[in-house]
């Protein structure tokens, strides 16, 4: 098996910049509305300007693979799952039944994804179509769903324009559609705006984990036991069930090489991605599922993910 330092030393920031989050939280040295403005920040200016930039240089091409159909129907079967508990196990209404699916299924696929592809598969030649997929597919149709359920019940009509306007209202998806607009025009980002946009998407992970570490402190005391019925079944799915489908998919229907699974059951197997916990505070939703799946979804996937990489690399 390959040594474990360097596949720790990828989740490292994670712990730490939530540590970090948590103590700025606690002495109170950015102010009492250091929470939701850092989250708006987040999902106003820097997550879409790392799309952008991201998009606008991506081939397009290279969403379209057979490993992605493998991918793609772990993240269906894991999203699923987690909407269907936070339906019928949970009650949750549906807003919260979006963010709960997406919390099963949506992966780290940029932060925590690259170093790991790196560390396990030689290279991340498969994030890229990951990233692609969750941005281009997934992150319309959640948000499309939490807009129109956190709306204030507008009738049909009202509703169905409200959706048509929604890539010009939410600037996740309207960055995403500028930056494959300019990807499939061949468009080249001029060097100034291009780098501008990197510096400023770079902003954005490490202020959505230090949020992530503040909302810890603002934690109500004892939660429940349904919050952590809810989020033992929301990391069990999306630990075990989605790299499980995932790997079933590729091998018995579609019959990928060993290394095109491991790179699918890879980054399946990633835990749930910050940006779950930024949408549930963007919308104003409850954000102690996402907050918590985040976190011991990353607990599980260091051992998931060493599991996979004995199992199927044979290190």
């Given amino acids: 098996m390959h040594s474990l330092q360097p596949l720790l030393s990828a989740f490292a920031p994670i712990w730490l910049l939530t540590a970090v989050g948590y103590l700025v939280s606690r002495t109170g040295i950015l102010g ?60 949750r209404r549906p807003a919260d039944q979006a963010i709960a699916g997406m919390a099963a299924g949506y992966v780290n696929s940029a932060n925590l994804g690259i170093p790991v592809a790196v560390q396990v598969l030689g290279n991340a030649s498969f994030i890229g179509p990951v990233l692609l997929f969750q941005v281009l597919l997934v992150t319309p149709l959640i948000l499309a769903v939490l807009d129109g359920g956190t709306g204030a019940g507008p009738a049909a009509g009202r509703r169905a324009a409200r959706l048509l306007r929604l ?19 061949g468009l080249r980002l001029p060097s100034a705006l291009g780098h ?27 939660d429940g036991s349904a919050l952590r019925a809810e989020v033992g079944v929301s990391v069990l ?6 790299p499980l489908v995932a ?28 940006n779950v ?19 011991f979804s990353t607990l599980l996937s260091m051992v998931t993910l060493s599991g996979v990489d004995w199992a199927l690399a044979g290190h």
């Fill in 32 to 91: 009492e509305q250091a929470e939701p403005v850092l989250s708006k920040f987040v999902f106003h200016v820097a997550m879409p300007a790392a799309l952008f930039a991201m998009l606008a240089r991506a081939p397009l091409g290279s969403f379209a693979n057979p490993s992605m159909l493998a991918f793609a129907a772990g993240t269906l079967a894991a999203t699923l799952l987690g909407w269907a508990a936070a339906r019928w196990l949970f009650g």
């Fill in 196 to 222: 501008s946009c990197d510096v400023l998407g770079a902003a954005g992970v490490p202020t959505a984990l230090i949020t992530l570490g503040m909302s810890l402190h603002a934690r109500p005391a004892g």
């Fill in 167 to 185: 890539p010009l209202r939410n600037p996740i998806i309207l960055a995403s559609a500028l930056g494959v607009l300019c990807s499939a025009a």
């Fill in 237 to 242: 799915v999306k630990g075990l069930v989605q």
């Fill in 277 to 295: 916990f930024v949408y549930a505070r963007q919308y104003g939703l409850n954000t102690a599922l996402p907050r918590d799946s985040v976190l």
């Fill in 247 to 274: 790997f079933a998919v590729g091998s018995l229907l579609l019959h990928l090489t060993t290394h095109q699974l491991l790179a699918v059951v890879v980054c399946s197997a990633l835990p749930t991605a910050q």
